[in-house]
Antibody
Framework: EVQVVESGGGLVQPGRSLRVSCTASGFRFGDFTVSWFRQAPGKGLEWLGYIQAKIHGGTIEYAASVEGRFTISRDDYKNIAYLQMNSLQIEDTARYYC????????????????WGPGTVVIVSA | EILMMQSPDTLSVSPGERVTLSCRASQSVSSNLAWYQQRPGQAPRLLMYDSSTRATGVPARFSGSGSGTEFTLTISSLQSEDFAVYYCQQYLYWPPGYTFGQGTKLEIK
């Protein structure tokens, strides 16, 4: 089945770190740019960052709100993308989604057409 | 700073009706605008990109238009599965990167 699935969420204390994963199947993962988004409870969507496919240079870009705290990486052999989150705060509580770019040919995608169900991160003491 | 503003926040409509959702950008984004649908309890789904191009598998009852700062998403005849939250998103300005509107919720009247 062609899909991406997030994992690794959970309850974490403020100031601690957590790494969530995005496991892909059914397609050539390495050819696609992958992005991370989040959605706080009852709120809208927020883009966190993306990692380009290596064919486009593998560039990583972040939203200003998380740059310096969050790190995106990928392992194309394992078909997994990662979101490392450090110094987590209460306001980082959200469902975290990964999504695949619509078009392999674009180095900066115009849309993300495959989303996972998300993984929930709760930051609480 | 680019801001995306959607109106209205909530729209109550009946199945079968035609509905138009609006999205306004604080600066011109040309046609670099996407629309996403998020049904309750589900992940977002890409509906449109480049303002008016339907994504793969999106029914023809969905259409997008606009350029610059004013955009619309029209659903010609609402089906039960269309009751959801709709987000617009710009992808012209880097930084800040992909920027979403606050969403418009379509609810059953």
């Amino acid at each position: 089945e062609v899909q991406v699935v997030e994992s690794g969420g959970g309850l974490v204390q403020p100031g601690r770190s957590l790494r969530v994963s995005c496991t892909a199947s059914g397609f050539r993962f390495g050819d696609f740019t992958v992005s991370w988004f989040r959605q706080a409870p009852g709120k809208g969507l927020e883009w966190l960052g993306y990692i380009q496919a290596k064919i486009h240079g593998g560039t990583i870009e972040y939203a200003a709100s998380v740059e310096g705290r969050f790190t995106i990486s990928r392992d194309d052999y394992k078909n997994i993308a990662y979101l490392q989150m450090n110094s987590l705060q209460i306001e980082d509580t959200a469902r975290y989604y990964c999504a695949r770019a619509r078009d392999v040919l674009q180095w900066r995608p115009d849309g993300f057409d495959m989303w996972g169900p998300g993984t929930v991160v709760i930051v609480s003491a | 700073e680019i801001l995306m503003m959607q109106s209205p926040d909530t729209l109550s409509v009946s199945p079968g009706e035609r509905v138009t959702l609006s999205c306004r950008a604080s600066q011109s984004v040309s046609s670099n605008l996407a629309w996403y649908q998020q049904r309750p309890g589900q992940a977002p789904r890409l509906l449109m990109y480049d303002s008016s191009t339907r994504a793969t598998g999106v029914p023809a009852r969905f259409s997008g238009s606009g350029s610059g700062t004013e955009f619309t998403l029209t659903i010609s005849s609402l089906q039960s599965e269309d009751f959801a939250v709709y987000y617009c998103q710009q992808y012209l300005y880097w930084p800040p990167g992909y920027t979403f509107g606050q969403g418009t919720k379509l609810e059953i009247k």
